[in-house]
């Protein structure tokens, strides 16, 4: 079963054994705060406390626990221990942001007399645009489970639905049954910072999704029982309440077992590159705007708070239109060059 990407899920085990008490205390306070005050999710908080461990770890090898001694020198320090270390801008960019949020924390909660967010500056990066299916490719993807396999039709609906909400895999995960209407062809999840939004669902989607709750979920609840994770009898109001894709013991079904089906799926069709969860969210955007869906209908869909976020989408249009320009016109910058190749001498 293939993990997801290193950078969001691994943390060196001897950084948090660095920290000193009194970071790791504030660090407890700072969750809290995150927690009741912003409503991040449990995957946000989780992130933040891997990234700032690195910074309590340093601090601990500085024999730093006294905030008023974070100096601007000592934070440069910090920024350039890491940078040497190899990490990706990406990353280095995720630790600054946990960095900056708690040192604005420590401010708010007058445990800092200055706000020490200036110090930081997020690394400067380029844009990397999403990686998107084409539609064949797509449509290759979300079918590619074989529905004679004892999971198929869960596998079934677990693609269809991410391609047709434009879900995240933790959005997926959280679904629980009574999320779902059939009937109105709608479902509701929590997005980040725990924000709700109604997204409608295609007509194949719902089928494959009918399928596997009329045919399949009801076996692993039943598997589940067997296994003791649930008391009989099962009310329909109980079952509502689990959650909408159960593993094969019957239980919640992890975000790295999502992972595994997308990769093992799009490996069995042939779709090269790094394929996962996120690239059928891509792909749902991608879609949507290339068939004359207004940004501000894909923003509200996907769930961004702010509209930049969506435009990166605008820039993967336009990418295509170039390549397509460049493909099939006359003087595209293609055909120039196989002209080129073939004319040497000219």
Known sequence: ????????????????????????????????????????????LAAYRRDLLEFGAFLGRCGIDD?????PTLIQAYLVEQSGRGYKET?????????????????????????????????????????ALNLDRTVELITAPDLGRPLG?????????????GLRVSELCGLRAGDVNLSGAYLRCLGKGRKERVTPIGRKALDALEAYLQHLRPKLIET????????????????????????????????TAVWALVRREARRRGIPGKVSPHTLRHSFATHLLEGGADLRVVQELLGHADIRTTEIYTHVQTKRLQEIHARCHPRGAWALQEKRQTSPGQ
């Open 91 to 131: 990353t280095l960019a995720r630790r600054v942001v946990a960095l900056r949020m708690w040192l604005r924390w420590l401010h708010l909660t007058g445990q800092l007399n200055e706000d020490r967010t200036t110090l930081l500056e997020l690394p400067k990066r380029w844009q990397r645009l999403p990686l």
């Open 153 to 165: 039709l869960r596998d079934r609906a677990i693609l269809e639905l991410f391609y047709a909400c």
């Open 67 to 71: 905030w008023s001694r974070l100096t």
């Open 224 to 255: 589940g029982v067997r296994c003791g994770r649930y008391t009989p009898p099962i009310t329909k109001a109980f079952a509502a309440g689990l959650p909408l894709f159960l593993s094969r013991s019957g239980g919640p079904l992890e975000r």
């Open 1 to 44: 079963m293939s993990p997801p990407p290193p950078d969001r899920q691994s943390v060196r085990p001897e950084a948090e054994q660095a920290c000193t008490p009194a970071f790791l205390g504030s660090l407890e306070r700072f969750r809290v705060y995150l927690h009741a005050e912003l409503g991040l999710s449990p995957n946000t």
